[in-house]
T-cell receptor, first 113, second 115 residues
């Protein structure tokens, strides 16, 4: 089965600083998803990456997919307290319909004002 | 769009009791997933339905766990009898196609505590 390793497991940054979270897969990545979770709430979908080299941005968050390295990164520019939470990556188990999403262990982000 | 609705939000029960968690997926979504989240094991997929049919239940811990989807707008996850190690947050998610390149939409979860 596919395993996703996230690093770092936790991160504390000063407001305004940039940060990067990584997600590495044990198998080929067919589709990679980034989610954000706040304590006591469900996961909120951020972005989906489908092709090697693809890069997507939403406000100050940018995600990239390196298919060869079987890795994705999530970069936050000029972090704000509102960015705090748990970031999880998820991946499609196969390039076919009917597959199941596997998730990494999450990265807990704290932003100090 | 009301999103995925789960009930109850919190459940506290004693060991040995039956627990039923409920989920209403987003209208029009044909796939539904049950996940369990704990600090130790992270987010684990328990079971996945497509068009109300269970496709893969290999993640269900043991026979004490069962899930049903009697129609497109309702699913239940039942634990009988419950044990303290079942304490976790249980999430339901739905997706439009349930397949490749199809993001999941999560509910806010049910926090289960078994004493």
């Amino acid at each position: 089965s596919q395993e996703l390793e996230q690093s770092p497991q936790s991160l504390i940054v000063q407001e305004g600083k940039n940060l990067t979270i990584n997600c590495t897969s044990s198998k080929t990545l067919y589709g990679l998803y980034w989610y954000k979770q706040k304590y006591g709430e469900g996961l909120i979908f951020l972005m989906m990456l489908q092709k090697g080299g693809e890069e997507k941005s939403h406000e100050k968050i940018t995600a990239k997919l390196d298919e060869k390295k079987q890795q994705s990164s999530l970069h936050i520019t000029a972090s704000q307290p509102s960015h705090a939470g748990i970031y999880l990556c998820g991946a499609d188990g196969s390039p076919h319909a009917g597959n199941m999403l596997t998730f990494g262990g999450g990265t807990r982000l704290m932003v100090k004002p | 769009d009301a999103g995925v609705i789960q009930s109850p939000r919190h459940e506290v029960t004693e060991m040995g009791q039956e627990v039923t968690l409920r989920c209403k997926p987003i209208s029009g979504h044909n796939s539904l997933f049950w996940y369990r989240q704990t600090m130790m094991r992270g987010l684990e997929l328990l079971i996945y339905f497509n068009n109300n049919v269970p496709i893969d239940d290999s993640g269900m811990p043991e026979d004490r766990f069962s899930a049903k989807m009697p129609n497109a707008s309702f699913s239940t996850l039942k634990i009988q009898p419950s044990e303290p190690r079942d304490s976790a947050v249980y999430f339901c998610a739905s997706s439009p196609r349930g397949g490749y390149n199809s993001p999941l939409h999560f509910g806010n979860g049910t926090r289960l505590t078994v004493t």
